[in-house]
């Protein structure tokens, strides 16, 4: 994976873009583009500070994936700079930014160091700064979405970007981002970037932790030090004490080995013996105990690992998932926003260290086929996996697939009709209303229903549906064509509807054309025009907060209505 970050941002802040936001914020449009040419390259170099340690990287792509970036920033800024709302969302947008690529602290710093060398208001650049973070973020976004990228990836694309940002930074710039000077930094970075990216690709590697993001930390305290070694020892002593009570007890089990039976030891370190490397583990066990009963690590999880996932009609997936760690959480979801795209999915995942480590996350790949599989469900409870819907479907043939990914030792087969969870509900009900109109029980209502179930809903400006709607589409076309043939009078209104940002006015031609648009694919593919009318109604009846991006979006739809 390669890319000229800088070139794309450059390209995304178009001469009209800059335009637009210079008139916005009080400067010349090139005064405009020469804050761009400089605070692009230094928030690049920023950010590949941050990817060059583990958490950095792994903090700066879950913001980069994020459902609050968006990943369509670059072909959307036209729309967004020429409406008061739409730039409202792109100072929102820029505020995200805010943390992700640097310190607010340090954004604010860079904006007036900027500000001195290009003579631009400090708060008209510190404007600029927010919405090329954002832009960053936007492009790197769809770039990884577009070609899978995942997290161990991040560095090393970064480390492309070293001659640009050697080129355009200097030492005022880099001092406000906290980076030292900048032979200093850029001695360092490519480094430490190429071993974090070694370490991600290849965990068994301890290169990374060598390399700790460049930073002015305090100097520790000459008395913490002492105090550090002091609790060292005091450990060793203890551990030393606890290896020998250890020994002691072995010792003592196998001397007492006709009175076995009325032992009333706990210990845990005791009752492992028989295996050397059970009784390794014990060790520090022991130990801690020894020092602070309250201290005595947990027993091992006792919970089983959960993935449960419900596809809707338009094949997006529902996951619903409980895990043991963290870095599992993070690894699912980078793996879900590479594979299937970042808005492409809902996800409610939890994290309980009671939870046994998921022994599914390395059969992912496998598993994300039937994660975009219209009606699909599946359910992964420890090594237990039930599958229902299209999944359980022999044509589709899963059941061989997953004993084929899977292999040995795992529990497979098809779903009790009666143990389906509540998500599948909406699909089930969708299933039924095309069971009754293959049966001559055809209804307007049942019709609505399923077509109503999951929205069709549109991008910012747009009045083409998505691909994701078009089989959904399809398929009730074909219903109401069923429906129509057996002489039931069909007749429903297409409602198109449009979220809060623009004009009423272009807000309400915008949601004509939407409901158009469906209309018109329906009857392409055989429904009868005469069965279809259209509304427009704006941005009127949202179902989701405007104030939001993701309430935006569900705003942007058609809803079907029964017009008798």
Request: glycine share 8%; with cysteine; aromatic share 4%.
């Amino acid at each position: 994976m390669s890319m000229n970050l800088n070139q794309l941002v450059q390209g995304a802040l178009t001469e009209s873009v800059l335009q637009q936001l210079a008139g916005r914020i009080g400067c010349a449009p090139e005064a405009a583009k020469r804050v761009v040419s400089l605070c692009a390259p230094a928030l690049i170099g920023s950010m590949m500070n941050k990817a060059s340690s583990l958490d950095g990287a792994h903090s700066l792509f879950a913001a980069i994936m994020s459902p609050s970036t968006n990943a369509h920033i670059a072909d959307e800024l036209p729309h967004f700079v020429v409406q008061d709302d739409g730039f409202k969302t792109l100072i929102e947008s820029g505020e995200h930014a805010d943390g992700a690529v640097a310190s607010h602290d340090s954004l604010t710093m860079l904006s007036e160091r900027i500000a001195e060398h290009t003579g631009v208001a400090a708060s008209a650049t510190r404007t600029m700064a927010g919405v090329v973070g954002a832009t960053v973020l936007g492009v790197l976004k769809r770039y990884f979405t577009q070609h899978g990228g995942n997290v161990g990836q991040l560095p090393t694309l970064l480390g492309h970007q070293l001659p640009v940002v050697r080129a355009n930074m200097t030492d005022a710039f880099a001092h406000a981002l906290g980076l030292g000077s900048v032979g200093a930094f850029l001695a360092g970075v490519a480094s430490r970037l190429k071993a974090v990216s070694t370490h991600l690709e290849h965990p068994a590697t301890h290169q990374a932790a060598a390399f700790p993001l460049q930073t002015d930390a305090p100097a520790v305290a000459e008395h913490e030090v002492t105090k550090d070694k002091g609790n060292k020892k005091a450990w060793m002593w203890i551990a030393s004490a606890a290896a020998l009570a250890l020994f002691a007890a072995l010792a003592a089990r196998g001397c007492s080995h006709e009175n076995a039976d009325q032992d009333t030891t706990t210990d845990a370190g005791a009752k492992t013996a028989s295996s050397d490397a059970a009784s390794a583990a014990a060790a520090p066990v022991m130990a801690a105990s020894s020092a602070d009963p309250a201290s005595v690590p947990a027993l091992l999880p006792r919970k089983a690992s959960l993935l449960n996932v419900d596809v809707d009609s338009s094949g997006v997936p529902t996951i619903k998932a409980t895990v043991n760690t963290e870095a599992e959480r993070q690894s699912l979801i980078d793996a879900l926003s590479a594979k299937l795209g970042a808005d492409k999915f809902h996800a409610n995942i939890t994290v309980d260290p009671d939870t046994r480590p998921a022994t599914w996350l390395d059969k992912l790949d496998g598993l994300l086929p039937i994660m975009s599989q219209p009606d699909a469900h599946v359910q992964i409870i420890g090594d237990k996996i039930e599958v229902s819907g299209s999944a359980a479907d022999a044509k589709f043939g899963w059941l061989d697939k997953l004993k084929a990914l899977f292999g040995k030792g795992w529990n497979i087969g098809m779903a009790d009709a009666d143990a389906q969870t509540p998500a599948s509900a909406p699909v089930a009900a969708s299933a039924q209303a095309q069971d009754a109109s293959a049966n001559g029980e055809c209804s307007t209502e049942s019709l609505v229903r399923m077509l109503n179930l999951k929205p069709v809903t549109f991008r910012i400006g747009s009045n083409t549906p998505p691909q994701a709607a078009m089989s959904a589409l399809a398929k009730a076309a074909q219903t109401i064509k069923k429906c129509d043939s057996k002489a039931t009078p069909i007749k429903l209104q297409i409602g198109g509807y449009s979220d809060n940002t623009g004009s009423a006015a272009l807000n309400l031609a915008l949601s004509k054309k939407r409901a158009q648009a469906v209309r018109s694919f329906l009857v392409k593919n055989g429904v009868p025009a005469s069965a279809l009318t259209v509304a427009a109604f704006g941005s009127a009846n949202p179902i989701a907060d405007n104030a939001t991006a993701a309430g935006r979006m569900q705003n942007r739809r058609v809803e079907f209505k029964d017009i008798f």
